[in-house]
């Protein structure tokens, strides 16, 4: 049974520059969840799929992010014109539909510069 | 008033103490309740899972909810420094769509 896996591990990237994360949440699950983490925080909602469906997206989520989980499998997130305030370690999570609880991936380390 | 507080710490203890995590909450409607564990660098992994009041006991940990109080707590026995982590409280939505999390506690055990 394999966990969720992320790619990639680290990014550093400069200031304007695009970058696009990919996810692969544990197969049987139908919910994918993306997440930010800052520093000193705790992880913050960003945007939620149930199968292909993106259902719900968080005020976090400027119009420089956009999400996509094609055929309800992997997911990918893409910042655009990235600021260093993207800067944050980017959380996917899966779940299955019968119950609340998430299972997280090792996460993605963005440094904007 | 935040949806979900927690003290951050950091919290120091020997080897082998009991450390007790606690969050309080503020939505009444609150049914579920997580607790994960995240090492430096690496994701957040699940430790606990509780729906209603009461305590569940798995190992070396407990989880005791208060819904009263609105109080969560993460009792940890016999500590090992292999438990020195950050742990986070998390609560799902009402709707189920996301977890609101505290902003996670740094626990270091010392040998």
């Known amino acids: 049974d394999t966990g969720v896996s992320q790619d990639p591990r680290h990014k550093i990237t400069k200031r304007g520059q695009n970058v696009t994360f990919r996810c692969d949440p544990i197969?049987?699950?139908?919910?994918l969840y993306w997440y930010r983490q800052t520093l000193g925080q705790g992880p913050e909602f960003l945007t939620y799929f149930q199968n292909e469906a993106q259902l719900e997206k968080s005020r976090l989520l400027s119009d420089r992010f956009s999400a996509e989980r094609p055929k309800g499998s992997f997911s990918t997130l893409e910042i655009q014109r990235t600021e260093q305030g993207d800067s944050a370690m980017y959380l996917c999570?899966?779940?299955?539909?019968?119950?609340?609880?998430?299972?997280f991936g090792p996460g993605t380390r963005l440094l904007v510069l | 008033q935040k949806e979900v507080e927690q003290d951050p710490g950091p919290l120091s203890v020997p080897e082998g103490a009991i450390v007790s995590l606690n969050c309080t909450y503020s939505n009444s409607a609150f049914q579920y309740f997580m607790w994960y564990r995240q090492y430096s660098r690496k994701g957040p992994e699940l430790l606990m899972y509780?729906?209603?009041?009461g305590n569940k006991e798995d190992g070396r940990f407990t989880a005791q909810v208060d819904k009263s109080s609105k109080y969560i707590s993460l009792f940890i026995r016999d500590s090992q420094p292999s438990d020195s982590a950050t742990y986070l409280c998390?609560?799902?939505?009402?709707?189920?769509?996301?977890?609101?999390f505290g902003k996670g506690t740094t626990l270091s055990v010392s040998s």
């Open positions: 197969s049987e699950h139908n919910r």
């Open positions: 998390a609560i799902p939505n009402q709707a189920g769509t996301a977890l609101i």
């Open positions: 509780t729906y209603s009041s």
């Open positions: 999570a899966s779940g299955p539909t019968s119950r609340e609880t998430q299972y």
